[in-house]
């Protein structure tokens, strides 16, 4: 039987085709309790990653004007559209956006990027906008009098 710390693909094949061929008492129950819960760990830091570029995109378009253009609305509409794919692969991750908690850690990580991208350091210490009704919302976007009625 491979093991999981030598060759991680092969022990799961290998624990498919035990699973498979209902050998269970061969399956190496832990690491595949591990695996499942990284699963949704991996679906959680992926939600992370883009709502934290999603938002640091918002936060250049509101603060920096004058750079506005089509590939930062070609950024923010991948990260709507890869965030609407996740949130229907996993509906129970919706959950995470009415966390506090998590929502501080993902403006703290949009803050950071964007200041590193801008160079800018006036930055709204708490997200200003809603997250159902304005970050995840279409072609909605800062700073625009028909956006922000």
């Known amino acids: 039987m491979q093991t999981y710390e030598k060759d991680i693909i092969a022990w799961a094949n290998e624990q498919a085709r035990l699973l498979r061929a209902g050998q269970f008492d061969r399956l190496d129950i832990e690491h595949i309790a ?21 938002l640091a995109h918002l936060l250049k378009w509101q603060f920096q004007p004058d750079r506005r253009g089509a590939n930062w609305q070609r950024t923010i509409r991948a990260q709507r559209q890869g965030i609407s794919k996740r949130l229907a692969k996993a509906p129970s991750l919706q959950a995470v956006l009415s966390d506090d908690d998590w929502n501080a850690e993902i403006w703290a990580d949009a803050v950071a990027l964007a200041a590193t991208e801008t160079g800018l350091a006036d930055f709204p210490e708490c997200c200003p906008w809603s997250f159902q009704g304005q970050v995840l919302c279409g072609e909605w976007l800062p700073g625009e009098p028909a956006a922000d009625r």
């Open 34 to 54: 591990e695996e499942i819960e990284d699963v949704g760990k991996s679906e959680q830091r992926e939600l992370a990653s883009r709502m934290a570029i999603l």
